[in-house]
């Protein structure tokens, strides 16, 4: 069952995820949706994607039952941003000295984190990077290009996933 998320209507940053009957709301890049993706601009990129992994705070969330292989988050997971650095897009450990994203962050929103294959597979410098679904802030406030949704909106989603799962930013 494929997931569809389309722009909100009045709203940029906000989108509407569906997912067979389900219509959920979500926040999306604060630049809305673009088809040319660039990294740091703040949108969402317009594409279909496949989930190629994901995490948990395995000290904060317990009980999640998805068909995804799921990784446990450590203090020493990073994701590397810096266009220039031979790791960029892809997941690095700590100490590392390039620009990059901590993935066990002190607030919620990698609780839960699906990497989407933006940029990954195929990957071009500066073309953008840590795509992922995650958790959504307090009241759906912008990401800075990733999809989010609320902590129940997860749990409801991640138990149908499967590896052949793909997401549609329209």
Known sequence: MPIIVRAAPRARSRAILQFGPLRLQA????????????????ATPRATMKFISSYLRGDRIRG?????????????????????????????????????????????LYDICLVM???????????????????????YRSTEGCIAVSARDMRKIVAFLTKDTRITVL
């Open 117 to 139: 294959d933006w940029n990954i597979s195929s990957r071009r410098r500066g073309c953008g990077s840590a795509i992922f679904l995650h958790l959504a802030r307090s009241g």
């Open 27 to 42: 926040a999306i890049g604060r630049s809305g949706i673009t088809a040319i993706k660039r990294e740091g601009d703040g």
């Open 64 to 108: 999640i039952a998805t068909a995804l292989p799921i990784r446990r988050l450590t203090k020493a997971m990073l994701w590397c941003d810096a266009p220039a650095h031979p790791a960029y897009n892809r997941p690095v450990r700590a100490p590392f000295a390039a620009s990059h994203e901590d993935l066990m962050r002190d607030d919620h």
